[in-house]
């Protein structure tokens, strides 16, 4: 819609607490974790309504229940790769 592109990557990086990772401070404000357990707990899971000036609504999904909100496109691609990970339990 804004004219950029997405590749989101999944990998297995084997334990995280043995990793560094160096994120840009200019578009990344904190790093942290969620296991995939807890993203399939349907008490962490939810959606935001939006409408627009013109009437226009939409929803998307959010991800809840702990000291971070999972949202915008995040979210979106999240719950894209739960579906294809886990089809029929998200």
Do not use: C
Request: aromatic share 8%; charged share 15%; hydrophobic share 40%.
């Amino acid at each position: 819609q804004h004219g950029m592109t997405v590749a989101p990557v999944v990998a297995n990086l084997g334990p995280l607490e043995a990793l560094t990772l160096t994120p840009n401070p200019d578009e990344v404000e904190e790093v942290f974790t969620l296991p995939l357990a807890h993203l399939l707990r349907e008490e962490n899971q939810g959606y935001t309504h939006f409408r627009t000036a013109s009437g226009y609504g939409y929803t998307l999904p959010v991800f809840l229940n702990g000291p971070h909100k999972v949202w915008g496109l995040t979210a979106i691609v999240t719950e894209l790769t739960l579906e294809l990970l886990v089809p029929g339990r998200y």
